[in-house]
């Protein structure tokens, strides 16, 4: 089984991201879950990022990091949006990195590095027409064209954050295949 590190969203530790590291939980896995904005969660993207401009990018990126250092190597990073920020980051700086799932953004290789790191595995899942994940789809091709250690999964839709369930934009239909297909990628692992 995986342990996997999951950095939560914009939005914070709610009970939707919540609901999905329980869904890894249920198959075997052990699955950690930083609150990076210590109990705070907002209602829209919008008062996710004032929280995260007034507490500090960097400051919030830190405690992730300290978070992963604080547990044995061998992990999974996985980032929700917000949250690729630092899975990204661990997933190809850390030697001992068993992989990566970044979901709902990508960030370009080399902001990291110069390549992806051989060996690491990674998933990137989106929606196409998000505005957000639209911004980051040329970071994850070139990222998934630079190694066959990663795949890109394209859902059809508009939303930023379908995995949480318990927020508007939530695709119940998407989130299964997403679901399905991260299964597949830890039981790997």
Do not use: N
Request: charged share 20%; hydrophobic share 45%; net charge negative.
């Amino acid at each position: 089984m995986a342990q996997v590190l999951l950095y939560h969203h914009i939005q914070g530790l709610t009970p939707g991201v919540q609901a999905f590291a329980d869904e890894l939980r249920a198959d075997g896995h052990t699955v950690h879950t930083p609150d990076l904005f210590e109990g705070h969660t907002f209602g829209s993207i919008e008062e996710g990022f004032a929280f995260a401009r007034e507490t500090g990018f960097d400051v919030l990126r830190e405690r992730g990091v300290a978070v992963a250092s604080e547990l044995e190597g061998g992990l999974v990073y996985a980032g929700l949006s917000f949250g690729v920020t630092i899975a990204q980051a661990l997933a190809q700086t850390e030697p001992s990195a068993q992989g990566a799932l970044l979901l709902h953004s990508c960030l370009p290789l080399s902001e990291f590095g110069s390549a992806w790191p051989e060996g690491v595995p990674v998933q990137i899942h989106g929606m196409e027409g998000d505005e957000f994940f639209d911004e980051d789809l040329p970071a994850a091709r070139e990222l998934a064209e630079s190694t066959p250690a990663a795949e890109l999964f394209v859902y059809p839709g508009d939303q930023h954050l379908f995995t949480d369930s318990s927020l508007p934009a939530y695709d119940a239909e998407a989130t299964a295949l997403l679901l399905d297909r991260v299964r597949e990628f830890l039981a790997a692992r």
